[in-house]
C-alpha cells in the first residue's frame, strides 16, 4: 500500500477521517473551510511552479532549487499535522536521491513562515506511523471517534456526531 502524504497528514488530525478517506467515503467536496483552503493554497505564490506529484504519493505546493519543500496551509490550527506531512515529503525525496534541506510551511493569511527539518529520529517515528496507518486501514471497521478542539468544523463531523 501506497502511503500518501494526506494520509499522513489524516493521521495526525484524525485517525478516524484517514479511514474514511481511504475507503473512498470523501465529505470534503462538500466542506466551505476546505474550499477556501484550497482557494488560499491556489492564489498564494502565484509565480512558483505549484502541485507537483511525485509517483502519485506525494504532491508539493512547491519547491525551491531543489533544495527546500513549500507547503502552503490556511492555519496554524493543526501545526503538528503539517509538520509531520512536510517531513515525509522530505524524507521520500531523499529516499529517491534529491538532497532536501529542509521545508517551509507557509501560511500566507497570518504571513508567518516556519522551518522544518527531518531528523533521524524523525525518519524512525515516520516508519512507526507508516506502519499503524497500514493496521489502520487494513481494519473492516472505523476507529472510534475521539472528539476533538476541530471535530465541529471537519467536513466528516455529521458523519461522526450526527
Known sequence: MKITGVMIYYYFVC???LWYYRHDIT???NSELVGIGKLIDESSYSRE?????IDETIQIDFLKDWK???EVKKSKSIEEASCWQIRYYISV???KGIDIEKGILDFPTIRRREEIYLTKE????LEEIKREITQLLESEVPPKQ???G???KCAYYELCYI
Open 150 to 152: 476541530i471535530c465541529s
Open 27 to 29: 465529505m470534503e467536496s
Open 146 to 148: 475521539v472528539k476533538t
Open 68 to 70: 527546500i519543500i513549500h
Open 122 to 125: 524523525d525518519e524512525k517515528h
Open 15 to 17: 485517525p478516524r477521517k
Open 93 to 95: 525525496l531523499r529516499e
Open 49 to 53: 511552479r505549484r502541485s507537483i506529484l
